[in-house]
């Protein structure tokens, strides 16, 4: 299933790229999100520049559920396959046939997008709300992996899914979740990119749980997903989105940085947040992981100081060009 440097582009297949690790060079990718408006996509375009000019191993762009963010998706993951930089596109089955899906498909791999994340998504408006299917569509990423494989011309994608160091939410059980999960590693994804997480522990849990099940299938690698805090608010509505916490005592440490006003001591949360990425970082890298994937919120500043805390960047500052992306 792999599309190894895809002839007159500059993509790599992720499963490659994440083969390129070693003990002394741990690569780094980053997350996007398709932005609002057009200001914010051009800003997009430039930070994606400027991890290009990091070292950037790979850059991701996620799927939301409206048609006009999708647009953007689209349009964002097309034109950064363009440039030198592997690309690699979410994928969601949410309101979307087994057709459409088919076009979408067909649509990035006439544009040079082969790098897909394979998701199912969640209800728009209430994420942990009940699943609800489409018509026509499918219920289980599996099925969308299925699809891709009983199409010959599909083959060129180097599929990616998720995974959840502390099961995912709808799972009866962490046996349940680490099931499904090798069922999507057998049926054809190449790597697994985590829930954003902030205890090391959960991660290296899954990682075992995943080999134990099945050691071939089950260790093919998991990239973990980092989110370098910046702000306390942000941080607990993002874990409450995909039913999680964070932990007890990071909560705490921001709490006590925040002194009961975000606003006046966001730099003392800022600190908080980007001490525990780099340490988490660290023990990741002394863990032997193939890859740190930074959930950006397309800013620059807080993955470079993370970096550069890690001795994998220089350090923030308008040298780069991009003080407008911080
Ligand atoms: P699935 O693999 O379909 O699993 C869903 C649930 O069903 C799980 O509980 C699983 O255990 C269970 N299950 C799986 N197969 C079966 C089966 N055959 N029978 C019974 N039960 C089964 N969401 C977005 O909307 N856009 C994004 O861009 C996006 N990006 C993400 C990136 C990452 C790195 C991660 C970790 C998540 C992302 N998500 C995104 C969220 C994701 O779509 C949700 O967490 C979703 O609830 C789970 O997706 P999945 O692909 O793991 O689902």
């Known amino acids: 299933m792999s599309s190894t440097n895809i002839p007159g582009s500059s993509q790599w297949a992720i499963s490659d790229v994440l083969k390129r690790a070693s003990p002394g060079r741990v690569p780094f990718s980053v997350e996007f999100m398709p932005p609002r408006d057009d200001a914010a996509e051009e800003r997009l375009y430039r930070a994606a520049e400027v991890f290009h000019d990091l070292g950037a191993s790979f850059v991701s762009i996620t799927y939301g559920a409206g048609g006009s963010t999708r647009e953007r998706t689209s349009r964002i993951a097309r034109r950064l396959a363009q440039q030198p930089l592997t690309t690699l596109v979410h994928l969601t089955l949410i309101e979307h046939t087994r057709e459409e899906m088919r076009g979408i498909l067909q649509n990035y791999l006439e544009n040079g997008v082969t790098n897909l994340l394979a998701l199912r998504g969640d209800p728009p408006g209430d994420p942990l709300g009940d699943w609800i299917g489409t018509e026509g569509g499918l219920n289980y990423t599996s099925e969308l992996i299925d699809m891709i494989n009983e199409t010959p011309e599909?083959?060129?994608?180097?599929i990616g899914?998720?995974?959840?160091?502390e099961g995912h939410f709808r799972a009866k059980s962490l046996e349940e979740d680490t099931k499904y999960t090798i069922a999507k590693l057998r049926a054809g994804a190449e790597y697994s990119i985590t829930q954003m997480f902030f205890d090391v522990d959960h991660f290296l849990r899954l990682r075992d749980r995943l080999i134990a099940a099945d050691p071939i299938h089950g260790a093919k690698p998991i990239i973990p997903g980092i989110m370098p805090i910046t702000s306390l608010q942000a941080a607990q509505r993002q874990m409450?989105?995909?039913?999680?916490?964070l932990p007890a005592k990071l909560e705490a440490d921001l709490i006590r940085a925040a002194n009961g006003d975000e606003e006046a001591n966001k730099d003392e949360i800022r600190k908080v947040g980007i001490e525990f990425s780099t340490q988490m970082a660290e023990r990741l890298i002394a863990e032997g992981v193939s890859d740190l994937h930074f959930m950006t919120l397309n800013f620059t500043r807080a993955t470079q100081e993370v970096l550069y805390n890690l001795?994998?960047?220089p350090a923030w500052g308008a040298e780069l060009g991009h003080d407008a992306v911080r």
Do not use: E, R
Request: hydrophobic fraction near 60%.
């Open 154 to 158: 599909f083959a060129a994608f180097d």
């Open 161 to 165: 899914i998720a995974s959840f160091p």
């Open 240 to 245: 409450a989105l995909s039913g999680s916490q």
């Open 311 to 313: 001795g994998m960047a």
